[in-house]
C-alpha cells in the first residue's frame, strides 16, 4: 500500500482487492496512520478493483475513529463498483466520495 | 316447506361472508356457519325439529367428520391408544356424568332418572368442533390432541349405551335384560357384517376400482362405502356416524387411506358446514331472551365443571400443563347431547322449557368452544405458570424435518436405500400399486396417493419438510407434481430426475433445487447433500443459553433470551456466508430451518415470561424490546430468504452479476456492524449503523436509475427482478437500524 504525506493529511493507496486476506493489514496501516483520529486521510481507490465486506469493515471503523477524533475522511478514485456497494450499504451516508485526491483535498481545506 | 332457493342463496351468502370476515380475524369458520343457521332460521322461521331431510344432511358431516377420523385409526391405532380411550374416555364419561346427575338431581331437584340422563348428555364434548380444530392447527399428534381425540372417540362410542338408557328409563315394554340382549346382539351383528365386508371385500373393490383410474368411479366408491357403512349400523339401532368410523378404521388397514382421505375432504367440509349451520338453527332466541341469566350462569357452570372435573382425572398421567389445556379444549357440550336432550323431550322426561335452556346451553358452549381452544396456550399460561422447555425443545424434534420421496423405481429404490443408511427420516408416496407393495415388503414407511395431489401432499407436512424428491419415470407426472407442490409452496425445494438435459428448460419456471439423471452416483451425491443439510441445521439450532433457565429468576432468564437471540444474527449471517461463497440452497435452507426452530424456541419463552406476573415493569419493558427484536428478526430471515432466491437469479445475468455480489458483501458489512452492537453495546458503533441504514440520501434511487436505463439493456423479467431486490435490500437496512435501536434501548437499562 502506498502512503503519501501533504501537508497534513495522509494519503493512503491500497491495490487491487480489500478483502478478508489482506484487510488486517489494510486496518493495521490505517490505524497507525489516524492516531486518534483528529487529522486528515484520503484513502485513493485508482487501484483497487474489489472491496469485500471485510474491507468494508475496515473503513466503517475508520469512519468511526475519525468522527471520535474530529478528523476528516474522504474516498475518492472508486470504480462503478465499490460505489455500487458503498451505495448498497449506504456508507455513502457517513463516508463523503470524491472523483479525485485534488477534489477530495480542495474539499478538506 | 318454504322456497328453498331464496333460503339456500341467503345462507350460502351469508355463511360465506361471515366466514371471509371471521378468517380475517383468524377465528374458526365454526362460528360463521353457526351464526349463519341462528339468522336464517329466525328469519325464514326455519326449525331443524321435525325436518328429517335437513337432520340427515347435518348428521352427514358428522358421519363424514368421524369417517376421516376412522381413517387415521386402523385396529392397530387404536390398540396403541387403548389408555386415551378406554381409561381416560371411560373416566371422564363416568366423572362427569356423576357430577352433573348429581347438581342436576340434588341442586335442581331434577327427578333421578332424568338427572342421570342429563348427566351424561352434559359429559359428551363436540367431537365435530374440537376435531376440525385440532386438524386443521395440526396439533392432532401433541399429547392434548390424543387425549382429547381419545376420549372422545370413547363418548361417541358411549353415545350407544346412553341412548338404550334412556329407552330403559322409559321403555315399560321390555325388560333390562331383553334390552341388553338386543342391543348386544345387534352391536355383534353390525360389527360383524362391517369388519367382513371391510377385510373381505372393500380391498379388492378398491384395487378394481384405481385400475378404472377415473376420479369419478373412485369419488363413487367412497361414497357407497361411508353411507352404506353408516346406514348399515343405522339398521342396527347405532348412530349413522359410528358406522362412518368404523368403516373409516376398515379403509385404513388398506393401501388406499391417503387417496381416499384426499377425496373426501372437499365433501366432508361441506357436509360439516351443514352441519353447523343446524346447529344455528335450533337456537330459539325467544327462549334465549327469557333465560338470558340462567342460560349464561348455567352455561358458565357447566364449562367450569367440565373443565376441572377433566382436569383432575388428567393430572394422574400428564403434566398439569397438559391437563389444563385438555380439559379447556373438552370443556363444551356436544352434539350428541343435543340428540340425547331432544329424546329426553320426546320421551317426555323432563319440562320442555328445561330441556330447551339445556339445549342453548349447549350450543352456546358450542359456540364458545372455538375461542377457548383457540386461545388454550394463554388460557393455560395464565393459569398454570410453569417451566416451558420441555415444549420448546419438544419443537427442536422438526429439526431438519423429513424428506418426501415421490416414485419408488429403480432409482426411487437407489435414493431411499441411501436415505436409510444416512438414516434420514423419509416417506415414500406412490400411486403405483405394484411399487407399494415392493416399499412396503422393504419395510419403509409408505404413502398410496398421486404425488401430485396437493391434499396428499399437504398431509405428509411437505412445509415441514426438508426436500422432496421426484425420482418419477414419467416426465409429464414430474411436471405435475412441480407444479402442485409449486402451488402450496413456491419456497418448497424440489429435487426432480428427469430423462435427459433436453427437458431441463421445461423445469425452470419451477423451483427446483436440483434437477438429476438418475444413476446411482447421482443418488449418492443427492443424499450427501441432504445429510450435510440437516447435520448443519442441528449443529446451529441447538440452544446454547436457553437450554436452562427457570422463571424464578426473571432477570437471569431475559439475559439467557437476549443471549439467545443474539444467535439468531449469527444464524443470518451464516446463511450470508453461504450466499457469498455460493453454497448450494440447500445449505442456505439449513440455516433459514435453523434460524426458524431457534426463533419458534426464543418466542415460546418470551411469550410464557410475559404471562408471568413476577416481573417488574422494567423487566417487562426489556421483554417488550426483545418481542419487537424477535419479529424484526424473522421479518429479516423471511426477507433474506426471497433476497437469496433473487441474487441468485441475477447472478445468472452478467448484467446484474456483480451488483449480486456486491449486495452480498454490503449487507454483511452492515450485519457484522450490528452484531458487534448486540454482542458488546458501543454508542459510536451504533451512531455508524444509524448513518448507514437511515437512507437520507434517497435509498437505492442511483442504483435503480442506472440499472434500469437503457444502456443497461435489462429485459422485462431482469427489470422486475431488480426492482424487487432493491426493495428487499432498503427493507433490509431498515429492519438492521430498528434492531440497532432496540439495542440501545436495552443497553439504556430499560
Given at each position: 500500500m502506498l502512503i503519501e504525506n501533504r501537508g497534513d493529511v495522509v494519503i493512503l493507496a491500497p491495490r487491487h482487492r480489500v478483502d478478508t486476506n489482506n484487510s488486517p493489514e489494510v486496518e493495521k496501516v490505517v490505524f497507525e496512520n489516524i492516531g486518534d483520529g483528529e487529522g486528515k486521510m484520503v484513502i485513493d481507490f485508482s487501484q483497487v478493483d474489489y472491496i469485500s465486506s471485510a474491507g468494508l469493515r475496515v473503513l466503517l471503523k475508520t469512519a468511526k475513529q475519525m468522527k471520535k477524533g474530529g478528523g476528516k475522511l474522504g474516498l475518492c478514485n472508486l470504480n462503478d463498483q465499490i460505489k455500487e456497494v458503498l451505495e448498497l450499504s449506504g456508507f455513502l451516508g457517513i463516508i463523503d466520495c470524491y472523483d479525485s485526491v485534488d477534489s477530495c483535498l480542495a474539499a478538506f481545506r | 316447506m318454504h322456497n328453498l332457493i331464496p333460503i339456500l342463496i341467503a345462507a350460502v351468502g351469508l355463511a360465506t361472508l361471515l366466514n371471509v370476515v371471521l378468517k380475517k380475524i383468524n377465528m374458526p369458520t365454526v362460528i360463521g356457519y353457526i351464526c349463519t343457521g341462528a339468522i336464517i332460521g329466525t328469519v325464514f322461521d326455519i326449525h331443524v325439529h321435525g325436518n328429517e331431510t335437513l337432520e340427515h344432511i347435518a348428521e352427514f358431516g358428522v358421519v363424514f367428520l368421524m369417517f376421516s377420523i376412522g381413517l387415521e385409526f386402523s385396529v392397530s391405532h387404536l390398540k396403541s391408544m387403548k389408555k386415551e380411550v378406554f381409561l381416560f374416555g371411560l373416566l371422564q364419561v363416568g366423572l362427569c356424568a356423576a357430577v352433573f346427575a348429581a347438581i342436576s338431581h340434588l341442586i335442581f331437584d331434577i327427578e333421578l332418572k332424568a338427572a342421570i340422563i342429563v348427566g351424561f348428555g352434559l359429559a359428551l364434548s363436540s367431537t365435530a368442533i374440537v376435531l376440525k380444530i385440532l386438524n386443521e392447527t395440526g396439533k392432532i399428534k401433541t399429547e392434548v390432541g390424543r387425549n382429547s381425540l381419545g376420549i372422545l372417540i370413547f363418548q361417541d362410542i358411549a353415545v350407544i349405551p346412553i341412548l338404550l338408557l334412556i329407552t330403559i328409563f322409559t321403555d315399560t315394554g321390555r325388560s333390562l335384560s331383553e334390552l341388553l340382549l338386543s342391543t348386544s346382539m345387534n352391536a355383534v351383528l353390525a360389527l360383524g357384517i362391517l369388519i367382513a365386508i371391510g377385510k373381505l371385500a372393500l380391498g379388492h373393490i378398491f384395487k378394481a376400482v384405481a385400475g378404472t383410474n377415473s376420479k369419478e368411479i373412485y369419488m363413487g366408491s367412497i361414497l357407497l362405502t361411508v353411507v352404506g357403512a353408516s346406514y348399515i349400523a343405522h339398521h342396527f339401532g347405532f348412530s349413522y356416524s359410528l358406522g362412518g368410523?368404523?368403516?373409516?378404521?376398515?379403509?385404513?388397514?388398506?393401501?388406499?387411506?391417503?387417496?381416499?382421505?384426499?377425496?373426501?375432504?372437499?365433501?366432508?367440509?361441506?357436509?360439516?358446514?351443514?352441519?353447523?349451520?343446524?346447529?344455528?338453527?335450533?337456537?330459539?332466541?325467544?327462549?334465549?331472551?327469557?333465560?338470558?341469566?340462567?342460560?349464561?350462569?348455567?352455561?358458565?357452570?357447566?364449562?367450569?365443571?367440565?373443565?376441572?372435573?377433566?382436569?383432575?382425572?388428567?393430572?394422574?398421567?400428564?403434566?398439569?400443563?397438559?391437563?389444563?389445556?385438555?380439559?379447556?379444549?373438552?370443556?363444551?357440550?356436544?352434539?350428541?347431547?343435543?340428540?340425547?336432550?331432544?329424546?329426553?323431550?320426546?320421551?317426555?322426561?323432563m319440562d320442555p322449557t328445561a330441556v330447551q335452556i339445556l339445549m342453548v346451553i349447549v350450543i352456546a358452549s358450542m359456540v364458545i368452544a372455538p375461542f377457548l381452544i383457540n386461545n388454550v396456550e394463554f388460557l393455560s399460561g395464565v393459569l398454570i405458570k410453569s417451566k416451558i422447555e420441555e415444549e420448546a425443545l419438544d419443537q427442536s424434534s422438526m429439526l431438519g424435518g423429513h424428506v418426501i420421496l415421490c416414485g419408488f423405481g429403480a432409482f426411487g429404490r437407489v435414493v431411499s436405500e441411501q436415505l436409510d443408511e444416512s438414516r434420514i427420516n423419509h416417506v415414500v408416496l406412490t400411486n403405483n400399486t405394484e411399487s407399494f407393495v415392493k416399499a412396503k415388503e422393504s419395510h419403509k414407511t409408505v404413502v398410496f396417493g398421486e404425488p401430485d395431489d396437493r391434499d396428499t401432499l399437504e398431509r405428509l407436512k411437505i412445509r415441514d419438510a426438508m426436500s422432496v424428491i421426484l425420482a418419477l419415470d414419467d416426465f409429464e407426472d414430474v411436471k405435475k407434481a412441480s407444479a402442485s407442490i409449486t402451488l402450496i409452496d413456491p419456497k418448497i425445494k424440489i429435487i426432480a430426475k428427469i430423462p435427459s438435459e433436453e427437458e431441463r428448460h421445461e423445469l425452470e419456471d419451477f423451483n427446483h433445487e436440483l434437477l438429476l439423471d438418475g444413476n446411482q452416483q447421482t443418488a449418492t451425491v443427492l443424499v450427501d447433500q441432504i445429510n450435510r443439510s440437516r447435520l448443519l441445521t442441528k449443529e446451529t439450532a441447538t440452544l446454547q443459553y436457553l437450554d436452562d433457565y427457570s422463571f424464578d429468576n426473571p432477570?437471569?432468564?431475559?439475559?439467557?433470551?437476549?443471549?439467545?437471540?443474539?444467535?439468531?444474527?449469527?444464524?443470518?449471517?451464516?446463511?450470508?456466508?453461504?450466499?457469498?461463497?455460493?453454497?448450494?440452497?440447500?445449505?442456505?435452507?439449513?440455516?433459514?430451518?435453523?434460524?426458524?426452530?431457534?426463533?419458534?424456541?426464543?418466542?415460546?419463552?418470551?411469550?410464557?415470561?410475559?404471562?408471568?406476573?413476577?416481573?417488574?415493569?422494567?423487566?417487562?419493558?426489556?421483554?417488550?424490546?426483545?418481542?419487537?427484536?424477535?419479529?424484526?428478526?424473522?421479518?429479516?430471515?423471511?426477507?433474506?430468504?426471497?433476497?437469496?432466491?433473487?441474487?441468485?437469479?441475477?447472478?445468472?445475468?452478467?448484467?446484474?452479476?456483480?451488483?449480486?455480489?456486491?449486495?452480498?458483501?454490503?449487507?454483511?458489512?452492515?450485519?457484522?456492524?450490528?452484531?458487534?452492537?448486540?454482542?458488546?453495546?458501543?454508542?459510536?458503533?451504533?451512531?455508524?449503523?444509524?448513518?448507514?441504514?437511515?437512507?437520507?440520501?434517497?435509498?437505492?434511487?442511483?442504483?435503480?436509475?442506472?440499472?434500469?436505463?437503457?444502456?443497461?439493456?435489462?429485459?422485462?423479467?431482469?427489470?422486475?427482478?431488480?426492482?424487487?431486490?432493491?426493495?428487499?435490500?432498503?427493507?433490509?437496512?431498515?429492519?438492521?437500524?430498528?434492531?440497532?435501536?432496540?439495542?440501545?434501548?436495552?443497553?439504556?437499562?430499560?
Open positions: - | 368410523f368404523i368403516a373409516g378404521m376398515m379403509i385404513a388397514d388398506t393401501i388406499y387411506k391417503y387417496q381416499v382421505e384426499a377425496d373426501l375432504i372437499p365433501f366432508r367440509d361441506l357436509l360439516l358446514g351443514v352441519f353447523f349451520v343446524s346447529v344455528g338453527l335450533q337456537i330459539d332466541f325467544n327462549i334465549v331472551a327469557a333465560n338470558i341469566v340462567a342460560v349464561i350462569a348455567l352455561g358458565a357452570g357447566v364449562i367450569l365443571v367440565k373443565t376441572l372435573a377433566i382436569f383432575c382425572l388428567l393430572l394422574f398421567s400428564s403434566s398439569k400443563k397438559v391437563a389444563l389445556k385438555s380439559a379447556i379444549t373438552l370443556c363444551q357440550v356436544g352434539e350428541f347431547s343435543l340428540v340425547v336432550f331432544s329424546l329426553v323431550m320426546a320421551n317426555k322426561m432477570g437471569e432468564t431475559i439475559q439467557k433470551i437476549e443471549r439467545e437471540q443474539t444467535r439468531l444474527l449469527d444464524v443470518i449471517s451464516r446463511s450470508f456466508n453461504g450466499l457469498r461463497e455460493e453454497k448450494d440452497i440447500m445449505h442456505i435452507k439449513a440455516f433459514h430451518d435453523s434460524f426458524k426452530v431457534l426463533s419458534e424456541i426464543i418466542g415460546g419463552v418470551i411469550t410464557e415470561l410475559m404471562s408471568s406476573t413476577s416481573l417488574s415493569p422494567k423487566e417487562y419493558e426489556r421483554i417488550n424490546i426483545l418481542l419487537d427484536n424477535q419479529h424484526q428478526l424473522i421479518s429479516m430471515n423471511d426477507t433474506l430468504e426471497k433476497l437469496g432466491h433473487e441474487l441468485k437469479a441475477m447472478k445468472k445475468d452478467d448484467k446484474t452479476k456483480s451488483l449480486s455480489e456486491m449486495t452480498v458483501e454490503g449487507l454483511d458489512a452492515i450485519l457484522l456492524t450490528l452484531k458487534d452492537i448486540a454482542g458488546d453495546y458501543d454508542e459510536d458503533d451504533m451512531l455508524m449503523l444509524e448513518g448507514i441504514t437511515s437512507n437520507k440520501k434517497g435509498g437505492l434511487f442511483r442504483i435503480r436509475e442506472s440499472y434500469l436505463g437503457a444502456e443497461r439493456d435489462l429485459d422485462a423479467s431482469g427489470k422486475s427482478l431488480l426492482l424487487s431486490s432493491t426493495n428487499h435490500i432498503d427493507r433490509l437496512r431498515s429492519l438492521f437500524g430498528q434492531i440497532g435501536s432496540n439495542y440501545r434501548r436495552l443497553s439504556e437499562g430499560v
